[in-house]
Nanobody, 122 residues
Framework: QVQLVESGGGLVQPGGSLRLSCATS????????MGWYRQAPGKERELVAR???????YYADSIKGRFTISRDDAKNTVYLQMNSLKPEDTAVYYC????????????????WGQGTQVTVSS
């Protein structure tokens, strides 16, 4: 069973920075994509940033230029560096790993971490 463990959340003032970490029990190369989602109170979970095994990286428009996703393959860890944080970035952040299954066509399985709270407030 794959486990994802996030860390690094907390309370930060507007304009501040945080770095989230996601350690996986399996090799990053096991997955077709890994990334970060977030969910604010009363809102749906949204994709923040993701990289794929094909070398593509995606960032949501709301965080482009402020957040950076990175990885350390030796440590099986994915990071989300968050700079210039805004109050609207307040949410629970979830690490996600996706593995595409052989069949049926288009099927995949998602693994999730337990989430880490990020609060941006003065």
């Amino acid at each position: 069973q794959v486990q994802l463990v996030e860390s690094g959340g907390g309370l930060v003032q507007p304009g501040g920075s945080l770095r989230l970490s996601c350690a996986t029990s399996a090799s990053i190369f096991t997955f077709n994509a890994m990334g970060w989602y977030r969910q604010a109170p009363g809102k749906e979970r949204e994709l923040v940033a993701r990289f794929t095994s094909g070398g593509n990286t995606y960032y949501a428009d709301s965080i482009k230029g402020r957040f950076t996703i990175s990885r350390d393959d030796a440590k099986n860890t994915v990071y989300l560096q968050m700079n210039s944080l805004k109050p609207e970035d307040t949410a629970v952040y979830y690490c996600n790993a996706r593995k595409i299954l052989g069949s049926p066509r288009g099927a995949y399985v998602d693994y999730w971490g337990q989430g880490t709270q990020v609060t941006v407030s003065s």
